[in-house]
Structure formats: structure tokens, C-alpha cells
């Protein structure tokens, strides 16, 4: 089956601790991305990646890193930076992120992860 | 103590009803749009999309209209199920970049509540 896998569903974390948050995907995707998403609001995008070894800041990078050394992996750490890192993060792709004339930009979603700070 | 926090605005409806959800978008520069559902602690799911040179778009059920002049987008769902109660999000694409290279990027909604009633 094609799609893509976030783990774990449910993580917890003690203040001052970096976390990683692991996402893959096996559609063959050009595009990666991670969000964030607070009780009650939409969704805040953190990092994005056009390609392999390349990825973006978003619009909330601070106290995040990622890294893309492989076309189907895309993993999140949160680190001890982050001051209020507890949240539903979600990954997602897509095709290709150029939007030039007609391109679609679809992003499927994974499941998400579930990261409590205690 | 009393919590604070936004608060999205939600829609209920009965078992058969339609349901019309409403989203304003802010870039008129932005040239595709979808609609995604989502489902408590789960990741967002593609119900539709649309293109900026067409005003509506017609899918199982579902019709997404676009208006471009006051930059506004439905989603109109015909004879709601109890199945459709969830969070549902517009998305607009725009296109950003410099040196002849450009990206689409999406931008989520805040989100609105559909609660059907059996």
C-alpha cells in the first residue's frame, strides 16, 4: 500500500529533551513537509522540502530542525528550544512542490504524531 | 483557571440537510485551491480542488465554488451524513520564489466545525 506512515502516534517528552518525529513516505514524492497544529486552529507549516538534501523554513521554524538525506524520509526534531512544543504534528507530500503554471499541489497527510511535553 | 484559546466556527446540521462551509482566502494571487477533511486525531484527507480559472467544480456529493472578485470559496455538501462530521479546511496555493525557480505553497484555513445530527 502506498501512503504515508508517521511514527510514533503518541509521544511524551521531559522539558529540556530534544525528540525526533519520524516520517516516510513511499509514493515517490519530490515534496515533504512538516506542521504544526494547536488545539482549535488550522494548520502551521515548519519546515518544507522541494528535494532531497534541500528543505525551507516555514512560517514557525524556531526550535525545530529536519533533515532529507533520502527521497522517502523526512524526519522532525523538536528541540529543547522549543518553548511550547506540545502539539499534533503532521507530515505530508507531495508530487513536486513547483507550482509553475497548472502544477498541482496536493499534499496527502499522515496520520500525525501526538507530542506531550511533561 | 479558565483557558483561553480561538475558537472555530462550527456548523450543524441535520441528517439529509445540505451543508454550505465558507472560506475567505487572502492572496489573489493564489491559483489553486482544495478543500481537506479532518477527522479527530487524524491527518487531513483531499476531498476537492480547483483551479483558478474555473468557478466551480462538482465531485461525489461535493461542490467547491470559487469566487475570485471578492476572494471566497464553498464547500457545498449535499444530503450530509453523520459521516461527514469533522474539521474542514480550505487551502489556497500560491507561488513564491526568486531566480527564474518557483515553489507552490499551501496555506491552510483556520478551519470550521460540521457536526451533523442523525
Known amino acids: 500500500d502506498g501512503g504515508i506512515t508517521q511514527s510514533p502516534k503518541y509521544l511524551f517528552r521531559k522539558e529540556g529533551q530534544n525528540v525526533t518525529l519520524s516520517c516516510e513516505q513511499n509514493?515517490?514524492?519530490?515534496?515533504m513537509y512538516w506542521y504544526r497544529q494547536d488545539p482549535g486552529q488550522g494548520l502551521r507549516l515548519i519546515y518544507y522540502?522541494?528535494?532531497?538534501?534541500?528543505?525551507q523554513k516555514g512560517d514557525i521554524a524556531e526550535g525545530y530542525s529536519v533533515s532529507r538525506e533520502k527521497k522517502e524520509s523526512f524526519p522532525l526534531t523538536v528541540t529543547s528550544a522549543q518553548k511550547n512544543p506540545t502539539a499534533f504534528y503532521l507530515c505530508?507530500?507531495?508530487?513536486?512542490?513547483?507550482?509553475?503554471?497548472?502544477?498541482?499541489?496536493?499534499?496527502?497527510f499522515g496520520p500525525g504524531t501526538r507530542l506531550t511535553v511533561l | 483557571g479558565e483557558s483561553v484559546g480561538l475558537h472555530l466556527p462550527t456548523l450543524s446540521v441535520q441528517e439529509g440537510d445540505n451543508s454550505i462551509i465558507n472560506c475567505a482566502y487572502s492572496n489573489s494571487a493564489s491559483d489553486y485551491f482544495i478543500w481537506y477533511k479532518q477527522e479527530s486525531g487524524k491527518g487531513p484527507q483531499f476531498i476537492i480542488d480547483i483551479r483558478s480559472n474555473m468557478d466551480k467544480r462538482q465531485g461525489q456529493r461535493v461542490t467547491v465554488l470559487l469566487n475570485k472578485t471578492v476572494k471566497h470559496l464553498s464547500l457545498q455538501i449535499a444530503a450530509t451524513q453523520p459521516g461527514d462530521s469533522a474539521v474542514y479546511f480550505c487551502a489556497e496555493n500560491s507561488d513564491f520564489g526568486a531566480g527564474g525557480t518557483s515553489y507552490g505553497k499551501l496555506t491552510f484555513g483556520q478551519g470550521t466545525i460540521l457536526t451533523v445530527h442523525p
Open positions: 509514493l515517490n514524492h519530490d515534496a
Open positions: 522540502s522541494q528535494i532531497v538534501n534541500d528543505f
Open positions: 505530508a507530500s507531495s508530487i513536486e512542490g513547483r507550482g509553475t503554471g497548472g502544477t498541482h499541489n496536493e499534499q496527502f
